[in-house]
């Protein structure tokens, strides 16, 4: 069984920065897709950034450039520079157990089907 486990969040000022960190285990390889979500209070949950086919990040356009991916053998990791109050929510790691990811971000959350619990990020004007 694969499991996820968010660490990192936290609260911070607009213009501040943070860095999640998923670990993972069970069976999935280095390979398989793997990216992050995140879901502000009364709105769904929306793909943040991932890896594409290629091994290539792909960010969503709200957090290009600001934002970066990176993965190593036990984690996935999430910087996050320059944050907006728009930014606030939880922030959930996924991955596509098997597969490589689907290059169908923003739409490709029903390819996820194993999921962190969440780590809550709140920034302040």
């Known amino acids: 069984e694969v499991e996820l486990a968010e660490s990192g969040g936290g609260s911070v000022q607009a213009g501040g920065a943070l860095k999640l960190s998923c670990v993972h285990s069970?069976?999935?390889?280095?390979?398989?897709?793997m990216g992050w979500f995140r879901q502000a209070p009364g709105k769904g949950r929306e793909a943040v950034a991932e890896?594409?086919?290629?091994?290539g990040q792909i960010y969503s356009g709200s957090v290009k450039d600001r934002f970066t991916i990176s993965r190593d053998d036990n984690h996935l990791c999430l910087q996050m520079d320059m944050l907006k109050p728009e930014d606030s929510g939880v922030y959930y790691c996924a991955a596509r157990a098997g597969y490589a990811c689907p290059d169908l971000l923003p739409d490709s959350l029903p390819y996820f089907p194993f999921w962190g619990q969440g780590t809550q990020v709140t920034v302040s004007s």
């Open positions: 890896f594409g086919h290629d091994g």
């Open positions: 069970g069976y999935l390889y280095s390979t398989d897709c």
